[in-house]
């Protein structure tokens, strides 16, 4: 809107009843508290962070609109194709991606690309705010780029500087000469689902995935399923159990992509997210020594809680990404649409529906960087109720932007259909939301049991 | 010729052999689009069997061709739940197919029918945005539309201005869409290749069919403006039978996620019992099966004659049900978890077809505004 122009039924902001036309003119004292300049909300928030955070944002927002929004709806149309075969735009934006320092970003030079302006920013709240930025302009790639530091959370988190520096550095330091080094992260088996995700299921779930202890090392055998990004990884981290043990011998293993035995057999033909893919690979007598246990033997389930409770709040980042995507969407149309010689943004209906959702994103904004800004050790109940929240109410605003488009949200061109497709999966990997519920739950029962000294009364 | 009552039960078994056998086995992939020759082949069939009105200018007891008395609805609600049941595209091809048919010999106009060409005529029934805000509710309550009124009602079908959307079998030729005049909604059939036609790509859902964006230049098909109480009671009749058809479609295709859904939650394991023994799923079937109830619920009310139902309780029960139907897949989507992500699964189809469902007919949302506009002036 121009300074002159308004809105139908809203006073000019020029008008004398507009307030924001008459704080100028109060004491200088009263417009110290009460004037303001209204810019974009985007800068506004972009402000509100740390300074290097706040490059970042920047950063990531450029990288995706000038790499990744180009192609994002051919790859959602492209056929999909067999496992060990990808879309030829691919390559070329994970060498992009590698060379800007975004497949290692989580630790800082000489290891990764981190830049030491962040490092006083928990590396969550640096993914999620990378995330955000690059779910809003493709889901699939998103995933693609995102599911790879998943794929390198055990080694981040073994505690050992020998895993990080013989397994981990050539990853990130290949991803930076521009051939990019995707890791996978292997939990889920065909029979298992959400069991490999949550501690009561495990407990009584027979391990698919079997590790055979033989001279030098391990052998490998099972299969592991909807991994993100798995087709395309030269590595992956896969959690299995010792041969005669149940899960809580589960321990991480780093397998390389080809090694004798590891095949790719399918990738699935998903709802959304297309230009990721999602992975099953067999295990026949794979082969790993022992430098490559990853995190010490029977560790893998701590490891694989540990790594996911860094994961949900970019999770829930993708979410905030997808209904931010959703309401430019929605505001776009609404701006540009006319109905009876107005745009639809004149008619107060349609006002009300974009207020509400762009309170419900800035919403679930808010919880994601509450939330993570303090994740140095992330607690499973913020990571948890956080991925949940903020993706229940994500799909919502996806939703809302449909209903407003009406029929035109149906067209592929439009956009919008595109983000629902991908904002419903925010809502099952990475545990379904029901599972992280049930989280949360897990990880509060010692307060909500009264077990801590001298609590009478239960925080909230 | 028409139905017996008695003749409804037997008449909808046969729709249901028909479906089950012929229909769900040809879309037996969900991950598949069906060819648009096997929709063709399949819409020959069901146009032999008289499930389909044949283009003739005699009715006879095919989807839509009777409306008059309850259990004839009663039949045209059935055809429709059993055909969406399997495939909620085919059920969409069809019912706007014998919708056109309906308004074809309303109008008096002779069947347009090419050789070959079965699912050739389709029909929409609003305009190319949401359903002109509260001003389509009160003209339909009689009000003879000023101003702004007009000026929105006569924007929203103007088919030369904005490109109206249409959601067809690839093959149709024919069009009946209405359209404004001296304060009327008249209808008009328009042949394809008559307008400016561009193929969208792969839209949301209903795969089986193709999207459309189409505008006309200038040059009119065959229009026909009834007298204004006329013309009043024929949009009201078509637009509800599309609504009531449309939620019939999506009670068909929530049954059989439902079953897709009890049957997994039945022999999927999870932390050492069946998941439908996990509240976490129970809660989820029992949102299904709430929501099947109440469109069922609302379906019943539907089997009365068309001319008795009243066009604002139609409306408001789309408004709060096809919002309901879109949960209720999503739910089922849910219950499966990845699987239920992947298009072999066939639960996200059922979701995106619903979503497809909720934005046809100038969408969900903009019911709220048709609901207050005929609730009086004041609106």
């Known amino acids: 809107m121009s300074a002159t122009g308004h809105l139908q039924d809203h006073l000019p902001l020029t008008h004398p009843l507009s307030p924001r036309s008459r704080y100028g003119g109060l004491p200088i004292l009263s417009r110290l508290f009460l004037d303001y300049e209204a810019g974009d909300l985007w800068q506004e928030d972009t402000a509100r962070l740390p300074g290097g955070l706040a490059r970042l944002r920047q950063k990531a927002r450029a990288f995706a609109e000038q790499h990744l929004a180009p192609v994002s709806a051919a790859l959602d149309l492209a056929p999909h194709l067999p496992p060990g075969e990808c879309h030829p735009a691919i390559p070329a934006i994970l060498a992009e991606a590698g060379r800007q320092g975004w497949l290692s970003y989580l630790l800082p030079p000489p290891m990764g690309s981190m830049s030491f302006r962040v490092a006083t920013c928990p590396p969550i709240w640096q993914c999620c705010v990378v995330v955000e930025e690059f779910s809003r302009v493709c889901g699939g790639l998103m995933l693609l780029l995102s599911a790879h530091h998943l794929g390198t959370m055990p080694l981040l988190l073994s505690g050992s500087m020998s895993t990080l520096l013989k397994f981990l550095r050539p990853v990130y330091q290949s991803c930076l000469r521009g051939q990019p080094h995707l890791v996978g992260f292997a939990i889920t088996e065909p029979g298992a689902g959400s069991d490999a995700e949550e501690g009561h299921g495990a407990a009584v779930y027979r391990p698919g995935v079997v590790a055979k202890p033989v001279a030098g090392g391990y052998l490998l055998n099972g299969r592991k399923c909807f991994i993100s990004g798995g087709d395309l990884a030269k590595s ?166 449909m209903d407003l488009l009406a029929d035109h949200a149906t067209l592929h061109e439009n956009r919008v259909e595109r983000i629902f497709r991908d904002v419903r999966l925010t809502r099952i990997f990475e545990g379904t939301n029901q599972i992280n519920r049930l989280s949360a739950i897990e990880d509060w029962q010692g307060e909500l049991l009264g077990n801590h000294p001298n609590n009478f009364t239960l925080g909230v | 010729m028409s139905i017996e009552a008695e003749d409804v039960a037997a008449l909808l078994e046969e729709v249901g052999q028909f479906t089950q056998g012929r229909i769900a086995e040809a879309v037996m ?198 007298l204004p109480d006329m013309a009043r009671q024929l949009f009201a009749r078509v637009f509800k039978m599309d609504m009531i058809g449309l939620l019939a479609i999506g009670a068909g295709a929530i049954t059989r996620a439902w079953n897709m859904a009890k049957d997994y939650a039945g022999i999927r394991q999870q932390g050492g019992k069946l998941i439908g023994r996990h509240p976490a799923v129970q809660q989820m079937l029992c949102d299904v099966e709430l929501c099947r109830h109440s469109v069922e619920q609302a379906l019943l009310v539907c089997e009365r004659p068309v001319d008795m139902l009243d066009t604002n309780e139609v409306a408001a029960m789309r408004a709060r049900l096809s919002g309901l139907l879109c949960q209720a897949a999503s739910q089922v989507v849910q219950v499966f978890g990845g699987l239920g992500y992947m298009r072999d699964n066939g639960a996200e189809k059922i979701l995106r077809d619903m979503n497809m469902l909720k934005a046809q007919t100038g969408g969900a949302w903009d019911l709220r505004s048709f609901v207050a506009g005929w609730c009086g002036d004041f609106a």
């Not at chain 2, 085919?90 to 919708?99: D, E, G, S």
């Open chain 1, 236 to 401: 992956v981290t896969v959690f299995a159990a010792l041969q005669g043990e149940g899960m809580e011998s589960w321990t991480c293993f780093y397998v390389d992509n080809p090694s004798p035995g590891y095949e790719v057999t399918r990738t699935e033909l998903k709802m959304g997210m297309r230009a990721s893919g999602a992975a099953e690979i067999a295990l026949k007598d794979v082969f790993v020594p022992h430098e490559r246990v990853i995190g010490g033997l029977r560790n893998g389930w701590a490891l694989n809680r540990a790594s996911l409770n860094t994961s949900r709040m970019p999770v829930a980042a993708m979410g905030v990404g997808f209904a931010r995507a959703a309401t430019e969407e929605a505001a776009a149309f609404a701006r540009t649409y006319r109905l009876g010689g107005r745009r639809l943004i004149d008619y107060q209906e349609v006002q009300l529906h974009l207020a509400t959702m762009v309170a419900e994103t800035r919403a679930i904004r808010s919880l994601v960087w509450q939330e993570a800004r303090h994740a140095w050790r992330p607690r499973q109940l913020y990571a948890s109720l956080c991925k949940f929240q903020v993706t229940d109410r994500a799909q919502l605003v996806c939703e809302m932007a």
């Open chain 2, 29 to 226: 992939r969900p991950e598949n689009p069906l060819p648009n020759k096997v929709l063709e082949q399949l819409t020959g069939e069901a146009l032999e069997l008289g499930i389909l009105p044949a283009p003739t200018r005699e009715a006879g007891f095919g989807l839509w061709e009777a409306y008059h008395q309850p259990h004839i609805m009663r039949f045209n609600i059935g055809v429709l739940r059993l055909v969406g049941s399997a495939n909620a595209g085919i059920a969409f091809a069809w019912h706007r197919q014998a919708l056109a048919r309906v308004l074809e010999r309303e109008m008096g106009w002779t069947p347009a029918f090419e050789a070959g060409a079965v699912l050739g005529v389709t029909m929409l029934p609003t305009g190319h945005y949401g359903l002109g805000r509260t001003n389509l509710a009160r003209w339909l309550g009689g009000r003879v539309p000023e101003g702004d009124e007009r000026e929105i009602l006569q924007d929203w079908l103007d088919r030369t201005s904005h490109p109206t959307i249409l959601t067809a079998p690839a093959g149709w030729n024919s069009l009946l869409w209405p359209v404004w005049r001296d304060d009327r909604i008249g209808w008009e059939r328009v042949s394809r290749a008559a307008l400016n036609v561009g193929l969208c790509s792969a839209q949301h859902g209903l795969d089986e069919l193709s999207t459309f964006q189409m505008s006309r230049e200038g040059e009119r098909g065959e229009l026909c403006f009834p």
